[in-house]
């Protein structure tokens, strides 16, 4: 099976379309987790004056989030489901990256239950930690 | 006033209200960021919708502000820009603290409360600003 996604792959596992899908890599899913990724373009959505403004990692750690439980969706044959943030919980944004940045980020599962997921993600640019915190995401029953 | 994303609402009126300021403001469907969240089901994106806040707060403050922390921050209803002709975003900045809610003045009319009379709140953020 599909392990690795990549720009336009991930269209299987996200709702989200351009122009503001904001992950381009999705990669060592486990159960419990997951590794994401999003270089910044010039064009971005959420670039202002070069730098990546706070919707948009805020919206990469979501469509991390989207990536991940649609891959366990695509992993049973399913269809992406819509996935919404319902709470954003003790998040820092320490810096906005540079155009040019390549974001790596690390998801964890904290909890699940009835359609919600509870994740903690930390955002790197190379060893610098750019945002981390929590966030609860719902995903719309078909 | 500079937008992140110049087409994503317009700023109808301002005024303060005990300690508050209130933007009344308006989505703008044609917006592009519509066409990816999301095909054929438009929902103004969570993160539009803070952007919206800080740019509202950046107004009060009289300086372009950075969102560096959000303690919590509940979306209790989807907001879809064809649903809400006027949104009213209501903003208190203490020194670095923020506290700000999305909501509606007015309620379409249902059985046994009357249009307008109540107020509903879709979005509540708490955080701090630099």
Redesign the interface.
Known sequence: MKTVFRDAELFDLIPQRPPIVMVDLLQNVTDSGAETGLTIKEDNLFVHNGQMQEPGLIEHIAQSAAAFAGFKGYADGGQPRLGYIGEIKRLFVYARPCVGACLHTTLRVLGEAAGITLLAAEVKDGEALVAEGQMKIFLKED | M?K??EDFYDILSRRDEGGESVFEVTLNPAC??Y?????G?P?S????N??MI?ECASEVAGKPL??????????TR?ITPNEFHTLEVRISLDGENLRASIGAESVPAQEGIEAGTERETYLTLKGTVA
């Open positions: 500079t992140l994303i592009k960021v066409e990816g969240h999301f095909p089901t929902v994106p969570g993160v539009c803070i952007q800080l950075m969102l560096t922390y959000i303690a919590q921050c509940r979306m989807l």
